[in-house]
């Protein structure tokens, strides 16, 4: 007995005197082998930039899951293994698209059109003017076998991004009334229409809504956008009834998936444990494209984004390791080159409830120009920011914010979708100070290669990421949205606050 209190006593005072700081935990687990080994592998010819729905794709996720599972991260709770399969379509736009309407001596030819969702249908008659197309609008509404025209928006917005968020609703409402195809007028300037051609002119990748069959889309419903800057062709339809005139043919679709990878760590506090910060990266990247000046025509992405998905893993390592007392879910997006896809499928499918979810720490990366800071895409729009910038100045780095907000980073890569919930997002990225030449050498460019980084740097910007995640993830003070900023109100609502 005496005996074995001397042991523990001994056991004690060795583990006072060894106690590990909080810098220490994170200098163990974070090193530069570990780090080259993720980006040469990610980022290796052989998975040949990692497009959405490839075998490649799929080989960087199970790289992703595995090493999860060799850390003794836990898998997603929903499934037991750590993929969040997503059935996406892999769309091909019609190749022939004719729209016209009109009399015969007024006839009007349309040119400035895109497809949205295309159909196979040949249709001759008139069309139904629904104004913006609300629920009021449509209440009551008998439109089997015919087109419906509407108004991009709402009575108080009618931009292309308010157009494109309310697509969906008015969508579903024309399905349901039976229409063969949605016709919607788009208030839209040349080059806002020029980004919108090159988005939806193109073969394209988006989440499955239903069943994928390729049948040439033979009756499924269409959905067009045609440009009315001025609304002269709100006008035709406002002041009497047209003749339409519409042939879809040439369209495709075909099934197609990946998977989101999910991991979990819990808390050790009893409280804190039932807050989550989740740790996000986007895997996927371009695959192969253009060929450079060397003839290269594999992107990499190297920068974009297998060093955000070696932050995550390393947060990972450290986690499972070392736990916090909030609990972790880790997250590693698919699809996000195609339109952040695998974030937004996620926080419409969340495998944890998002109310639980107090924070996300993104990371997304395009390159670097400055190796004395880490750039962090909202740092100031959340509580969290001394927490990050006191874990960057331990590793002697500069946390510094958004060099240019005009461009709507913030907005534009996966924390969006969880700012857009009310979850604080932002996105810690290699510091840059402007997207200048330094930036777009790299930048989806087949050069973005694992041999072109600093991996003296990287080792500082890894280690300041998982700190600053230690800090927010035991700070006995939840993390919030700054007061005033646009995604507030939306917390309040998530949170009840
Ligand atoms: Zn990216």
Known sequence: MKKNILILASLLS?????????????????????????????????????????????????????????????????????????????????????????GKENKTEIKNKVVLEPAKMTFTGEAVYLGFGTEEDFKGKNLRKKIVILQGGDNKNQDVRSAFRMR???????????????IELIKADAPTWGFVKS???????????????????????????????????VNDFKTGTQQVKLKMEGASEKPLYSSNVVGVVEGTDPQLKNEY??????????????ADKTG??????????????????????????????????????????????GSKYYVDNPVLPLEQMVYCFNSDNGGYNDT????????????????????????????????????????????????AKGIPAPTFSLGFTAFDEELTKYYHQPGDHADSLDYDYLEKFFRAYVMAGRNIANDPETPFWVAGDKYETAGKKLYRK
């Open 14 to 102: 060795f583990s006072l005197v060894f106690a590990q700081t909080e810098k220490e935990k994170v200098e163990e687990t974070v090193n530069k082998s570990t780090i080259e080994g993720h980006i040469y592998f990610l980022a290796d010819d052989l998975l040949k930039g990692r497009e959405t729905g490839t075998d490649e794709n799929k080989i960087a996720a199970s790289y992703l899951a595995n090493t999860l599972r060799s850390y003794g991260v836990k898998p997603n709770p929903m499934t037991g293994d750590y993929y969040q399969k997503i059935n996406m379509k892999d769309i091909k736009p019609p190749r022939r698209v004719n729209l016209s309407w009109g």
């Open 372 to 419: 004395s800071i880490a750039t962090i895409v909202g740092l100031n729009r959340t509580t969290a920011s001394g927490n990050i910038i006191s874990a960057a100045k331990q590793f002697g780095l500069q946390a510094t914010d958004d060099p240019a907000p005009e461009q709507g980073l913030f907005d534009r890569s996966d924390n969006v979708n969880f700012a």
């Open 199 to 233: 988005r939806f002119d193109r073969s394209r990748v988006d989440i499955a809504d239903g069943e994928v069959t390729n049948k040439g889309r033979a009756g499924a419903m269409g959905y067009l956008w045609v440009q009315d800057e001025y609304g002269a062709y």
């Open 277 to 290: 910060i989740i740790y996000s990266a986007h895997y996927d990247h371009v695959g192969i494209g253009k």
């Open 296 to 341: 290269d025509k594999i992107y990499n992405g190297a920068r974009d984004n297998a060093v955000g998905v070696t932050t995550v893993l390393s947060m990972a390592q450290n986690l499972a390791k070392y736990p916090t007392k909030r609990s972790a879910l880790f997250i590693l997006f698919t699809a996000e080159e195609k339109g952040l896809l």
């Open 168 to 182: 969906q609703e008015k969508s579903d409402r024309a399905k349901a009334a039976g229409a063969l195809a949605v």
